[in-house]
């Protein structure tokens, strides 16, 4: 049965489209790139050092930090580098990173713990393994696993988000189709992990196959198995919380507030691998797509490949390129395909070179107000982005736009609506900052203030304390004078009479 | 990434496509001037377009290839008689486009519905020529004669039906007694209806705006209709004379001068439609949809700014 949807989206059906899902096994790479936080958060710290020979899975980098996730050997070989590189994020910015040349052999680190028998275990101590194998939300996200987990017991549904993200990237699809029977098991362990009383997989009503293959191998009541439109931003957590359980979540508020949580299908196959397999987060599955390669397709491949490791296999035109991580809506341009990808790296577009359109002016036509799944007013929030009015935008709930980029797809005029959006928000967080800061600075200032009169009154006080003791003393010492030559008078005197007598 | 979707140089295409149908039933019965006013208004707007452009600095190719003051002169010279002298939507135009939307700051950035602005600009300064209407088809020859002034036609001209019918009620006849049949009028409103319904189907325009458009005229209609039927036009009557369906899938749909809320796009159909009867019925003009929109311009910050959606999860 489909399920019900939100306001606004948008139906894409997927541009680059494929005869079968398969999924490529792509070779071990010559050499891997980690980086030491994906998410420029909390460094782990690097435990072996250059030269170091490292097996797969083995532990590289970790932090005594809760909020920090452990890092581990993709292949086995040889640490030849711990430097800034760059990495596929927003910022741009290079990151520290291990980079491991590899000896081809991938042997695996030995003695891993299993819990074949999950059921017996306590849930705490799995959260721990699921730490201990450095799980992250592999949707896009990538929040720590273990984190959402612990917060997450008593909490009466699960949900698992078998959509893809966007229109194109068809990796939790091939993951669905050859993985059933683990994902299953994952799901299983999560229930366990957070005891709740179901589990809904939701997949997309397009892809019947991966729904099928996952119905084969479910026996277990508690988890059903649902679709959802293939609309986009149907997969994007409180959209898909409000189609399956018509629950809205209120702005600024999280889903375990309702006693639900949501976690991506593919970390809910690497749950699998930590639990039952002993195995670390070592791979993933990534879709290369876009016009400029003739054979999109999805491949299983280890963490820290480059880009140009899976896209030279999906037989790239000879054309100028234009490389995107993520989604054709919300993903990020990048340079080069000479990046490694991540535990975050859920497609690669590639796509040939075009010439942008300028945008015209917005004609005001409100076909951005039908699409936004916020339900939120794009148009005027691009006059107030546009002229820098954060308050006003703000107040028109610009916070809860989630740049899903629906509003810049349809607009007519073909306006970037939502790069004014992370502008003004950036803006407005700014300013939020130096009103913090000058907030400070007056503080400050006015205690400085105080403080000045009050060290000019207390000298005031001292100084009149000083004069009175001054006074007092001399007169004191007048009063002592007076007595002494009262005395001496009176000697004289006594001299004189004695002289007189 | 952009969706396959119209572009805004499509939009504006799609609407003037959508007019074929309205222009044709004008030119059957008004003659070859519909499409010499329609012509001159074009030349006119592109002319005051590109002067405008070249005295702000602004590249005059982008905007003029947007389509904009063409339809806007389209708009405007449809809603003049066919038979106004040449002049008449020179100026018109002109005024539309300089004073309408270039000193606003060009597309987008206008209060005003240019086309209506400049109508009633004309209906203030030349009243005459502005209800001087054609009475039967005028051959080409005989068009050119009147356009350009070069004779008289008067035995070939009438007022408009709503003129007509308020000039014998301010006369003190009844409705029993006035001619109300309008063929011209009926079909020319209907075939701005099936334009108006393409752009719909076509999701060009939202159906907020024409439907409470046309409840507006109807429901307000009906009720004077039943406090009075001997003075007061049957809500049909109302529908399918003067500019009813023009302004309520043409005029008031326009994007930049409407509002853009869904609910506010609702109250602003509505009451444009009851201010057009109410002017119709009780103001000092035949037809009322140029200044009911005008006025519903002004009050669209407002409307917008109460009519504010509840966000996701607010």
Redesign the interface.
């Known amino acids: 049965m489909l399920s019900g949807t939100h306001k606004g989206g948008i139906f894409i059906p997927n541009p680059y489209p494929v005869k079968s899902i398969r999924l490529y096994q792509a070779a071990l790479p010559d050499k891997v790139v980690l980086p030491l936080n994906e998410r420029m958060t909390e460094k782990a710290i690097p435990c072996v050092s250059v030269g170091d020979r490292v097996l797969t899975g083995q532990l590289i980098a970790d932090n005594e930090d809760i909020n920090s996730v452990p890092i581990h050997a993709t292949i086995s070989g040889h640490v030849i580098s711990i430097d800034e590189q760059p990495i596929p994020h927003k910022s741009g910015l290079n990151t520290q990173c291990i980079t491991i040349e590899s000896d081809g052999k991938d042997e695996w680190v030995e003695g891993n713990i299993t819990n074949k028998d999950f059921l017996q275990s306590d849930p705490n101590s799995l959260i721990e393994l699921i730490h201990r194998a450095g799980i992250v939300g592999m949707g896009g996200a990538g929040f720590p696993t273990h984190l959402k987990l612990g917060l997450a017991q008593n909490c009466n549904t699960l949900i698992v988000n078998g959509t893809e993200c966007e229109p194109g990237i068809m990796c939790d699809d091939a993951l669905m189709q050859n993985y059933p029977r683990e994902i299953i098991r994952g799901v299983e362990i999560m229930l366990h992990i957070c005891g709740a009383e179901r589990a809904i997989i939701a997949v997309e009503n397009d892809k019947p196959e991966a729904f099928n293959s996952l119905l084969l191998y479910n026996y277990n009541d508690k988890i059903s198995i649902e679709y959802v439109p293939t609309k986009f931003t149907s997969g994007s957590e409180k959209m898909l919380i409000k189609g399956l359980l018509n629950i809205e979540i209120p702005s600024g508020g999280f889903a375990i507030d309702e006693g639900v949580i949501c976690q991506n299908i593919a970390t809910v196959k690497s749950i699998f691998d930590a639990v039952i397999e002993g195995k670390a987060l070592v791979s993933r599955i990534v879709t290369v797509t876009g016009d400029g390669v003739s054979m999109p397709s999805n491949y299983e491949v280890r963490l820290g490949s480059s880009f140009e490791h899976i896209v030279s296999k999906s037989k790239p035109n000879n054309g100028n390129h234009s490389i995107r991580m993520g989604g054709m809506m919300m993903g990020i341009d990048v340079e080069t395909t000479d990046l490694p990808i991540g535990k975050i790296s859920n497609c690669i577009f590639v796509n040939n070179k075009v010439q942008k359109e300028a945008p015209k002016e917005c004609i005001r036509c409100g076909t951005c107000n039908q699409v936004c799944p916020v339900e939120l007013l794009p148009q005027q929030l691009y006059w107030y982005s546009k002229s820098e009015n954060t308050d006003k935008a703000v107040e028109y709930n610009l916070l809860d736009c989630i740049e899903c980029a629906c509003c810049s797809y349809v607009c007519p005029s073909h306006i970037p609506l939502v790069n004014y959006y992370s502008f003004a928000k950036a803006l407005h967080f700014k300013k939020i900052e130096e009103q913090r800061k000058t907030d400070i600075a007056r503080e400050r200032f006015e205690y400085r203030e105080y403080r000045l009169e009050r060290n000019k009154i207390e000298r005031a006080e001292m100084m009149e304390a000083k004069k009175k003791a001054i006074k007092e003393k001399m007169a004191k010492e007048k009063s002592q004078k007076d007595k002494i030559s009262a005395a001496i008078e009176r000697v004289n005197k006594n001299k004189k009479n004695n002289i007189d007598a | 990434?952009?969706?396959n979707?119209?572009?805004?140089?499509?939009?504006m295409r799609q609407v003037i496509y959508s007019l074929v149908l309205g222009v044709g039933a004008s030119f059957y019965f008004f003659g070859w001037g519909v499409l010499m006013q329609i012509v001159l208004g074009v030349v006119t707007a592109l002319a005051a377009e590109s002067a405008f452009l070249r005295l702000r600095n602004m590249p005059i190719s982008?905007a003029i290839s947007?389509g904009?003051a063409v339809l806007t002169a389209i708009l405007l010279a449809v809603s003049i008689p066919s038979i106004a002298p040449w002049w008449v939507i020179v100026v018109g135009v002109s005024f539309a486009i300089i004073f309408g939307k270039q000193i606003y700051g060009?597309?987008?950035?206008n209060p005003f519905n240019p086309a209506m602005l400049g109508y009633a600009f004309l209906l203030i300064s030349y009243p005459l020529q502005m209800t001087t209407w054609a009475s039967d088809f005028l051959s080409f020859g005989v068009s050119i004669d009147t356009v350009f002034n070069l004779s008289s036609v008067d035995t070939l001209t009438g007022a408009t039906k709503l003129d007509e019918v308020k000039t014998q009620i301010s006369l003190g006849s009844k409705l029993i007694d006035i001619d109300l049949n309008s063929a011209s009028q009926t079909l020319i409103n209907i075939g701005f209806l099936v334009g108006g319904l393409y752009l719909l189907i076509r999701r060009i325009i939202?159906w907020q705006i024409p439907v409470a458009f046309i409840s507006g005229v109807f429901l307000t209609a009906t009720f004077l209709y039943l406090i009075d039927d001997k003075v007061y036009l049957s809500p049909h009557l109302h529908l399918m004379l003067g500019a009813t369906m023009l302004g309520a899938f043409f005029i008031a749909t326009d994007?930049?001068s409407?509002s853009?809320?869904?609910n506010g796009?609702l109250i602003y159909g509505f009451l444009i439609g009851l201010l057009v009867v109410i002017i119709r019925v009780f103001g000092g003009y035949p037809d009322g949809v140029a200044f009911a929109v005008l006025l519903m311009n002004i009050a669209v910050p407002l409307i917008?700014s109460y009519t504010?959606?509840?966000?996701?999860?607010?």
Do not use: E, Y
């Open positions: 990434m952009h969706s979707t119209l572009n805004t140089n499509q939009i982008p947007d904009s060009g597309l987008g950035n939202f994007p930049v409407s853009t809320t869904p796009r917008d504010k959606p509840r966000a996701f999860g607010k």
